[in-house]
């Protein structure tokens, strides 16, 4: 227990982010770059999500460990994350895979990504670490979870969130008492445990925990001498803890940060095309699940210097126009129709053009009288005058790749590929 105010237990708190995963689900997406880095919302990239929860939450001690196709990431973080100024107390650290341990050993697990780096974390001195995924999307206050884990003498808090009993399969579960107190934990099985009172709906790991610095560092250092643990936070740490008795639960739902739109908490995984196609394109709606406006809890990131977006051409058949659509600075839309849209920073689409349920990543260029529906286009992609998408399956298939749900990815090696 404790009476220690909210904002100096943030103040005391190191946020610690795993940021090195590939996301293979994305495909093609994450050849170049790693999941967190991926751009999400027009302006944004999905890891500067877990960070400004972080800043927002009056956080200013931050590590990123980063593994996979990182520089992308790295340079990033190096122009939109800038801001911290050690002469008040502030860092935010980048960690790649360095080998810190021996000249062999990258990073194992998400636990091992934390051990390897301990020496970094310990010269910080903080009380306690927050252990953060980079890859959701979602808005959280962290220090009223931190809160929670003072105030119960947990040895570790898990942000969990609720789902369906029946989509809990692809998660690591909790099975909880009255008290939050965690009972078990198992990662994707075949029959969740329900929540209390709710028999219909499960509490799933959001991936984020909070320990006492100290604590963390004995398991760490018991987890690193265990030859078959396999270093991971949800396949060994948090299991051994909740066999102990010292583990709690955290829902989401009481640090969610929700604004004046948003009905219902918000957070995804968009780890696969259709989920990340279907996060984007729900922004354009009138009453978007999400609300990215809301000033007193931005979403920071690295910001172009680029001018406003511009509509031209105003004829019959050759009108700039967007309708229910999210378009970014640098963009310009001339003569195309764009309908439930979100363009990324310096997007070009041309006269005749029409794109229905399109994602733009930045600097893309849509040629004349393309039609595409329901696509994602990567990153400097040239469209070809004319192209079609959206409308034969079969071809779409053979050309790209085409999801589950019909949606197209569309990178430029397969424009390159295409048949001349």
């Not at 898990?158 to 198992?186: H, N, Q, S, Y």
């Amino acid at each position: 227990m404790t009476d220690t105010p909210r904002h100096i237990l943030a103040q005391q708190t190191m946020a610690y982010v795993l940021a090195g995963g590939r996301g293979s689900r994305l495909k093609e997406m994450t050849d170049i770059r790693a999941k967190p880095a991926v751009y999400f919302g027009g302006k944004t990239r999905i890891i500067d999500f877990a960070l400004s929860n972080a800043v927002n939450s009056g956080m200013r001690r931050i590590c990123v460990a980063t593994q996979y196709r990182a520089h992308s990431l790295i340079r990033h973080l190096q122009r939109g994350w800038s801001f911290f100024r050690a002469e008040r107390n502030e860092s935010l650290d980048i960690l790649p895979a360095s080998q810190q341990l021996d000249e062999t050993n990258w990073y194992k697990g998400t636990a091992d990504a934390v051990t390897q780096n301990l020496n970094i974390i310990k010269g910080y001195g903080p009380k306690y670490i927050l252990i953060l995924a980079g890859d959701h999307i979602y808005k959280q206050d962290y220090s009223i979870m931190v809160e929670q884990h003072v105030r119960s003498g947990a040895k570790v808090t898990v942000g969990c969130i609720e789902v369906p009993r029946d989509e809990a399969r692809a998660f690591g579960v909790m099975g909880v008492d009255d008290t939050d107190k965690i009972l078990e934990f198992v990662e994707k099985p075949e029959n969740p445990p329900a929540m209390p009172g709710d028999e219909s709906r499960a509490l799933a790991s959001m991936g984020i925990y909070v320990f006492e610095a100290e604590y963390l560092y004995e398991v760490l250092k018991k987890d690193a001498a265990n030859p078959d643990s396999t270093h991971d936070f949800g396949h060994d740490i948090i299991p051994a803890i909740v066999a102990q008795g010292g583990a709690y639960a955290h829902p989401f739902g009481r640090s969610c940060v929700l604004s004046g739109l948003e009905d219902t908490p918000y957070w995804r995984d968009v780890g696969t095309i259709d989920a990340y196609w279907q996060a984007n394109i729900d922004l354009t709606d009138f009453k978007p699940e999400l609300d990215l406006f809301q000033h007193d809890w931005p979403i920071w990131t690295y910001s172009e210097l680029v001018p406003p977006a511009k509509f031209i051409h105003n004829e019959e058949g050759r009108r700039g126009s967007a309708v229910s659509s999210m378009v970014s600075g640098g963009c310009i839309i001339s003569g195309s129709k764009l309908h439930r849209c979100l363009l990324s920073t310096g997007v070009r689409t041309h006269s005749f053009a029409e794109l229905d349920g399109v994602i733009v990543l930045p600097y893309a260029d849509i040629g004349r009288k393309a039609k595409i529906k329901n696509a994602v286009i990567d990153r400097g992609v040239k469209i070809p005058d004319g192209l079609v998408v959206g409308e034969d399956p079969k071809e779409d298939a053979r050309r790209f790749r085409r999801s589950e749900n019909g949606i197209c990815l569309i990178t430029q090696s397969m424009i390159d590929k295409l048949d001349g």
